[in-house]
Structure formats: C-alpha cells, structure tokens
C-alpha cells in the first residue's frame, strides 16, 4: 500500500508542464537546477499537488529527453529542500503541507471568549424563528407517515425548481435532490462521477473542502488561477488546462467565488461552458453564494443555461442566506445525472429533516424578504470590516467585495498565513491559513478575514491582527530550496 492516499502524475504530463525546450533556452546552472526549480514551480504554485506520486527517474528522464542521471539530481535537490520525499519501494512524493487538520474541524469547539472566524457563515436569518414556527404546525400532519423522503419532499422539489425558473432555467421537481446542506450535495456528486485517478478542475484558490473530497476519492485537483479582476483570462487558461489534463470534471463557483470573491460576466461564463462541454468536462457549478450580492448588482444568468443540460450539475443551499444550521441543500441536474447522484446519495441518507424542509418551503415562499435582509446585513458588516482593515492593517491589501462574505487579503511582505493563525489562535481569534485555499504550498501570503460575525467581533478581530501585524517583522530571506514552514 503506498504510504500516502494519494495520486499519481504521469511522467509525459509532468514533462509537458515543465516544458524541456524552455529549459535549454536558458542559460547559467546546471540543467538539473534549472528541472528542480521547475518541479518546485509545479508545486507551490498547486499544479503539483501535496501528497501526489511524482513519475520514476527512468520515465521522467525519456520524456524529457535528459539522462537519468539529471533526473536523480533534480530530485534529491528537492529532497534535500523538503519538498519531495522517497519511499522505499513505494516511490517519490511531494511532501504534504504539514499536520492540517481537515477543513471541517479547524473551527473545533469554541467558547464564548474565542472569536470563530474559520468559517464565512452568518448568523441566522430573522425570519429564520417563524419559518420553524410554521413549520412545526405543518409537521404534525406527517406524523402518522414514516418520516422519509429519499429525493426530498416534493413541496421543496417544487419551490426549488420554481426557484430556478425565475433565473431563465427550464427546472421541474425531477431536477431536484434534497440534501442535508451544500456539502453533502457535493460529496454525492463527486462521489458518483469521479473515478480514482481522475483529474478535476477547481480554480485557484479554491473551497478547501472540495480539495480534500476529490482527493480521499483518489481523484486529483488541477488548479486553474483565477483573477477577479481578468476573469476572461481564466477562459483561456482552464481551457490550456483541459487539453493538457483531460479532467472528467471541473468544479467552478462563478458567483462571488470562495475565497477570492471572483465573479464571473455574462459572455465570460458562456464561454467557460461552452469549452468545458467541448472538452467533455461534466462541470460542477457550486452556487451556494450566488444570491449574497452586497452592492445589489443583478442577478446573472446561471453559468450552463445557454449549453446542454447534460453539461452542468448545479450545487445550492440555504446555508448562507438563511443559516448554516438549517440542513437544507439541493442538487440540481438534468433526470439521467440526477438518477445516478441520487442512486449514490441513498447510500448516505435516508432522508433530510422534515421539519427543516418545511421551514425551508416557508422560507423559500419569501425569498425575495430572505435575500434583501442578508444583503443589508452583510453591507454593514463589509462596509465596517473594510473601514477597520484600511484604518489599522493599511499594509494590507484586497479587493473590496462585491457580494460573497469575506476580503481576500494580500498580506505584507515578511508576514505567512501559517505563522499569523498560529499567533492569532493563542490570543483566542481563530482564522483559516491561507494554504487551505490551494493544492500545493500556494497562498500563505494571504489570509481570508469573513465579515460574517457581529460588528463587535469583527472590531476586535482586526486589533487582534493589526497588534500581531505590527509585531511580526519581516522573516529572513529563505533559501529558494526550502518549503513554506507549515503550522
């Protein structure tokens, strides 16, 4: 059994992107220097990720067309660096980002003297009490029933789809999976299409859980950067992707993207589409965000609508909108795809809370109320956030955002993600690294800062950060050789 769970990448893939003409275009050192610095290219910036089975000397040598012999001292280079490690008859690896919990415990359980700023999830909506108000009166009627509903009632199927209709997307109840949240949605529908050793698509940062899912089913993610200011670059650059990697799937949030708060134009996500249906690429369309515009910008129209059915499957919740303890998500797809996610989710669960799904229907009855509340609240806490933040951590930088729930930030230099949370924990703020927003050893000059908390919390918060900030002076330069230290 190989040492890790882990992937492999090819040695005429790992060639291809390392490109050997380029390498004998330069001049100065030694060619394995110029392959190691290459290979530690690959995997800071994710396109190699952590954990992943790098090729045989011998293979990696004919595919780039260079004796073993600069292979072997490429790798032990890197070895010596910590970025790649041998295995005794089971191979070489990339080194993994260090001993991160998963995605869903880093938050743990917090008191009420610890600030929780792990998670971009907000309060409970307030109309959230009388939903559940309702819905309580209406439960009683099902009691003499058995209490399942494998698809999810039809009621919500149907409030749903209506939903999606008045986006502009032909939707019915057969389109409609119930689940118990947005995440739970996404494992189904990874968990049904992809194979071990497939490649998936995920832009770059990407939700972290997603990273961490694709990967305990074998699968490997392949980063596609992602700017919010040239989303048409990443047009181009997930479609290079796609013809390098033949991924089997991508998984893409175009509105208000989890961390960077990327949203995608109309023409820019026709186009996206567009090339992954060329490519054959079953696009996952993560929309969980979709409606948390703060400057009140329109809707857009949902990516996929202009492409076949077949084409897309969509992920939403109401997590975000109403409240992350309302257990309510749903799958939407074309009836094949959705039979198949279904067959794979029945495996899981039996059925959603009935009782959430009825305080859902009720709150769906009122979306219009649900959405225009969580803008305004989510305006006031951005706009405090972003005033505390230029005041007292000027030295960082972000894009204000749009909609979504959290600034991105570009730390100053001399100061890691990794050491920041680390610090910030033992003054009782905790925070996400940036590194759990990428594959490799990527973004730990970044630091995701929610605005989801009470305006209090958030105010104590960014002191929290600002003191640590004026602290922290810059580390010493690091040997190009040597990986990110990890907290």
Known sequence: MDPFDTTAISAPELAARIDPSTLRNRSGGPLYLEIADELRRLIESGEVSAQTRLPAERALSISLDVSRVTVASAYKHL???????????????????????????????????????????????????????????????????????????????????????????????????????????????????????????????????????????????????????????????????????????????????????????????????????????????????????????????PFGTATPDVATVTIGSTSKTVWGGLRVGWVRAEAGLLARVAATYARRQLSVSIIDQLAAIELLGRYDEVRQVRTEASRIARDHTVALMRDQLPDWHFRVPDGGLAPWCSLPDGIRSSVLVAEAHAHGLLLAPGLRFGTGYAFDDRQRIPFTRSLPEITSAVEILARLSSENTPAPAVASSTPAAVV
Request: with cysteine.
């Open 79 to 301: 070895r010596e660096g910590g970025w790649i490690s041998a295995q005794r008859g089971s191979g070489t690896y990339v080194s993994p980002t260090g001993s991160l919990p998963s995605w869903g415990s880093l938050a743990g359980d917090r008191d009420t003297a610890t600030l929780e700023f792990v998670n971009a999830s907000p309060s409970a909506s307030p109309l959230l009490a009388d939903a559940y108000g309702v819905a309580s009166e209406k439960i009683r009627d099902r009691f003499p029933l058995g209490g399942y509903a494998p698809l999810g009632l039809y009621e919500l199927r149907e409030s749903i789809a209506a939903y999606y209709r008045g986006w502009g997307m032909p939707t019915t109840a057969e389109n409609i999976l119930v689940t118990s949240g947005a995440t739970d949605a996404i494992h189904a529908v990874l968990a049904t299409f992809t194979e071990p050793g497939a490649r998936v698509l995920v832009e770059h940062p990407t939700y972290p859980g997603v990273v961490e899912l694709v990967h305990s089913l074998g699968g490997r993610c392949i980063p596609v950067p992602i700017d919010p200011d040239n989303t048409d670059e990443f047009v181009a650059s997930a479609d290079r992707a796609a013809r390098q990697s033949a991924p089997t799937l991508a998984y893409f949030m175009p509105d208000f993207s989890n961390p960077s708060g990327a949203r995608l134009p109309l023409r820019t996500r026709r186009q996206l589409s567009a090339t992954m249906h060329r490519h054959a690429v079953l696009t996952i369309v993560d929309e969980v965000a979709a409606d948390l515009s703060v400057d009140g910008s329109p809707d857009i129209e």
